[in-house]
């Protein structure tokens, strides 16, 4: 089938956003209407995702093939903040669309909800568990489940209850959106006994070309693993036709290496906005510079584990010699610290795992791309 520009551009928004919404996006939504077939074909074909449709918005059921930490929700903190998640969640399903709430209703609802055999129990009293609840509500604000219709709740942050109410109050009215944001199971959740099916999108299950596909599509790089030589070899079996596929549709060209696979773009596409080296600049630069730092040393010292006290002295040298072109935030900023904001970005894009022993890989994905400065002080 032939992808013309509406066609490449309709799916690259579905994959970029969670939900395209008619109030918000009208162009982008008949957009996708104009082609939904097509889009709902690929998609169950290539990666056995289900295209949503609704009056109000079209959503892509984004299903992973395997879990990752860069998959999370970055404003949540702990797996306390993703508990509150799910039981406000199940809260809002008891709510009626567009119907409203109270934040007093939600905190007396809310621990009979959580679970009983959780290490923690909630507690209002405490600043951590409100905090939290702070945090999850305005996540879901934010992903447009909930609308604010009046809020106080930096009382009820600082202050907790007074005589069992909260002493800031919110109200709250329930979007449409809360009953989509959680993706539809193939069947009853209790039914699964292993957590690798949870990938599972259908009776027909999940082959190696649509593992392949999600792990292309959705992970910064793939890498070869004992686990994954089934997906590597497809991969060197059908990667011209895959690389024609991500070029028709996502403007993006599939590399393929010994141990790496990765989908790249030579000019940034508008719709995409994770883009390395380019989604946190300042930071970006360092990583840049870190890259080529640490290559430089040869293949057998670049591919060793490395210490944190290594990597450390290896950023404060860099900055002694580049930190005068640096942003002021990571210019200033302790080596220690600098390296603590460093790693979460590499281990994000692929680029680094911290390994139980408490060394650190730095994995090819680092090697793609390296930089440097001019005399001049230009970035090259």
Not at 172 to 178: H, Q, R
Not at 264 to 274: D, T
Request: hydrophobic share 45%; charged share 30%.
């Amino acid at each position: 089938m032939a992808v013309d520009d509406e066609l490449a551009m309709a799916a690259q928004l579905l994959l970029r956003d969670r939900f395209v919404l008619r109030e918000e996006d009208p162009e982008g939504f008949f957009l996708v209407r104009r082609h939904e077939r097509a889009l709902r074909e690929f998609f169950r074909e290539k990666l056995g995702w289900t295209l949503l449709m609704n009056m109000r918005f079209y959503k892509l059921e984004k299903v992973p093939a395997a879990g990752a930490a860069y998959l999370g929700i970055e404003v949540l903190q702990g797996p306390e903040d993703y508990a509150l998640l799910a039981c406000t969640l199940a809260f809002l399903e008891e709510q009626d669309v567009d119907g409203q709430f109270l934040l007093s209703r939600l905190l007396e609802v809310l621990p009979g909800l959580y679970p009983a055999d959780a290490p923690l129990a909630i507690s209002w009293e405490s600043y951590a568990w409100r905090r939290a609840l702070i945090r999850v509500m305005k996540y879901l604000e934010a992903e447009r489940l909930i609308r604010v219709v009046d809020d106080e709740s930096e009382g009820f942050l600082s202050a907790g209850l007074s005589g069992g109410a909260p002493a800031g109050e919110a109200l709250y009215e329930v979007t449409v959106l809360s009953r989509y944001f959680l993706r539809l199971f193939a069947r009853n959740l209790r039914s699964y006994h292993d957590v690798m099916l949870l990938g599972e999108t259908g009776e027909e299950g999940l082959d190696v070309r649509r593992r392949v596909y999600r792990q292309l599509l959705l992970a910064p790089v793939f890498y070869r693993t004992a686990a994954t030589e089934e997906e590597f070899s497809y991969l060197r079996h059908q990667h011209r036709e895959i690389d024609a596929k991500c070029q028709q549709w996502f403007g993006l060209s599939l590399e393929l290496y010994d141990d790496a696979a990765m989908l790249v773009c030579e000019e940034p596409p508008s719709l995409f906005a994770e883009l390395y080296p380019s989604a946190r600049r300042g930071l970006h630069d360092i990583m840049l510079q870190f890259a080529a730092a640490w290559r430089a040393r040869g293949d057998a010292a670049a591919h060793r584990d490395a210490t944190r006290t290594e990597l450390v002295a290896l950023l404060t040298r860099l900055r002694e010699a580049h930190g005068e072109n640096w942003t002021k935030e990571y210019r200033e900023m302790a080596p220690e610290a600098l390296f603590s904001a460093l790693l979460p970005e590499l281990v994000n894009w692929g680029m680094a795992e911290e390994r139980e022993d408490g060394l650190y890989r730095l994995l090819p994905a680092l090697w793609r791309l390296a930089g440097g400065y001019e005399e001049k002080g230009e970035a090259s």
